[in-house]
């Protein structure tokens, strides 16, 4: 291998401008204080991109160049993917103060001062926290925003929650996850994990915001897989769910429980619902279709584990069109009752639900823009109405 490694290079800031999409985070110096990892996470990309965990040169070379050709940046992004495994992680985190992005740090550039704000986006590893103090007590000397802490299986459950609990106690309050979903896990896992937020955000009185991510391998081209205990259909479903949340889950437990149940069971149930109905849940739950909505419950009740689990699986085989032809398929009369209710709505009566729902306030998405995560999936198409451009905006599936 010959050349400057990317990470050595100056950024440049001038593809910014090359695209009409507004990239939120462009305020900020962007770089990397180590590569690589020094685990073999079987779902990970980086130990096959990346390999081994190597330094690389220190960061003021990088932010020297960017003031010289850009001018000054407010915030720090860090793409390392585990920085507290880095042999040199305090001299790191010394060098991040001396650079001006101490905890409390504003930045002078104009009048106002702005607060500055330090990101490692790819999140840092419970299992290295939870072993001293220091680690937490290190980042707790910069600023910040948020701590992103890796949940990606229940295995981590002891760790993870150490973790918060001690960055609680250096009084980092604002947190923030990705976690795993469709690899090992099942529906049940991922709602324990989300409702294990739930609880630290109200027992500690912090604020954790989740991004759960979907697995898909590195070396497959489209985003078709199916985890092991996971179904395509239950897929999809938690993709409109999250779509209507910008990708977020609110640690806030009345939004929690309304986007995503109360019970790992009625999560489960969420993810049976028909389609149309999660996709316009306001309609459903709260206007003109309620009434159908409570003949669909009334159905659902009735079913056996076995019929749902019949149904799920039949619903997983087919596209959304295609479920008329399944009334043919199935025996069960109490699935053929049911199946009626999956057939998605004729476009004029979706536009008539938008219509409806569009006249409710606009609500702003929660986490500002800059710290949310992009997930390149998150819009993909589900074989299902694509969402009308402002339809998260109008709050219309989950004001
Ligand atoms: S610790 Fe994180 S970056 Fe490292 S291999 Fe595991 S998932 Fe990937």
Request: with cysteine.
């Amino acid at each position: 291998m010959s050349g400057t490694p990317i990470e050595d290079l100056t950024p440049d800031y001038s593809i910014l401008e090359q695209t009409d999409y507004k990239y939120p985070v462009h305020d900020a110096y962007f770089g990397y204080a180590s590569r690589g990892c020094i685990r073999k996470c079987s779902f990970c990309g980086v130990p096959k991109l990346e390999g081994d965990q190597r330094e690389v040169q220190p960061l003021s070379a990088m932010i020297k160049n960017v003031d010289a050709l850009y001018g000054v940046k407010k915030d720090l992004i860090l793409m390392d993917n585990n920085v507290v495994a880095s042999s040199r992680f305090k001299d790191i985190i010394a060098e991040i103060r001396d650079l001006g992005f101490t905890r409390d740090a504003k930045l002078k550039r104009g009048k106002v001062p702005v607060q500055r704000r330090v990101d490692f986006n790819q999140g840092v590893d419970a299992r290295i926290l939870c072993k001293d103090p220091v680690y937490l007590k290190e980042l707790s000397t910069i600023c910040i925003k948020p701590l992103r802490i890796a949940f990606d299986h229940l295995g981590l459950r002891k760790q993870y929650e150490q973790a918060v609990r001690m960055a609680h106690g250096f009084e980092l309050t604002e947190l923030s996850n990705y976690m795993l979903y469709n690899f090992h896990d099942s529906p049940e896992d991922l709602y324990e994990r989300m409702w294990l937020n739930v609880n630290l955000n109200e027992e500690l009185g912090i604020r954790i915001w989740s991004f759960p991510m979907r697995y898909q391998p590195t070396n497959l081209k489209d985003r078709s897989y199916v985890g092991e205990k996971w179904k395509r259909y239950q897929l999809r479903s938690m993709q409109l769910i999250l779509q209507a949340t910008h990708g977020i889950v609110s640690g806030s437990p009345n939004f929690f429980r309304r986007a995503f149940g109360n019970t790992a069971e009625e999560f489960k149930s969420l993810l049976l619902r028909p389609h149309h109905f999660i996709f316009n849940r306001e309609w459903f739950e709260k206007l003109d279709g309620r009434t159908q909505l409570e003949e669909f419950q009334a159905l659902f009740v009735k079913m056996t584990p076995s019929q749902k689990a019949e149904l799920l699986e039949s619903l997983s085989l087919c596209q959304p069109r295609e479920i008329k032809k399944l009334d043919a398929s199935t025996r069960d009369i109490q699935i053929k009752n049911i199946l009626r209710f999956y057939i998605p709505p004729i476009k004029e009566e979706e536009a008539e639900i938008w219509t409806r729902q569009k006249q409710k306030k606009k609500s702003a998405p929660a986490v500002p823009d800059d710290e949310r995560v992009e997930d390149a999936g998150l819009q993909e198409e589900l074989g299902f109405p694509s969402l009308p451009a402002n339809a998260i905006e109008a709050g219309g599936v989950l004001a």
